[in-house]
């Protein structure tokens, strides 16, 4: 059984930086960051090949946030800085059971999901 757990989210103030962490276990590999704010569709934050080499960024996160990951820990990572009131919304970590080299960055691209986690950034 697939199993992703997430933590790091919380309430920070604008300009501070937060780090996310989502592990995965039962054979999925965990790969992107997704988010969602009440109304609106889950959205596209950061992904990352299952080796780590490549990434890709939607363009409101770039040169603020870092996607990495750790293979023995089967963990990926979103570091966020310089983090603004618009970031606010729950965070999903997703994952998938493909080794291949292309960075998935749509919703359907993913099989698993984590429960989410809260990022609030106060003004």
């Known amino acids: 059984q697939v199993q992703l757990v997430e933590s790091g989210g919380g309430l920070v103030q604008v300009g501070d930086s937060l780090q996310l962490s989502c592990t995965a276990s039962?054979?999925?590999?965990?790969k992107a960051w997704f988010r969602q704010v009440p109304g609106k569709e889950r959205e596209f934050v950061a992904a990352i090949t299952w080796s780590g080499s490549r990434t890709d960024y939607a363009d409101f996160v770039k040169d603020r946030f870092t996607i990495s990951r750790d293979l023995a820990k089967n963990t990926v990572y979103l570091q966020m800085n310089s983090l603004k009131p618009e970031d606010t919304a729950v965070y999903y970590c997703?994952?998938?059971?493909?080794?291949?080299?292309?960075?998935?960055?749509?919703?359907?691209?993913?099989?698993?999901w984590g429960q989410g986690t809260q990022v609030t950034v106060s003004s």
């Open positions: 997703a994952a998938d059971r493909r080794t291949a080299e292309w960075v998935i960055s749509v919703v359907g691209g993913y099989e698993y």
């Open positions: 039962g054979g999925a590999y965990a």
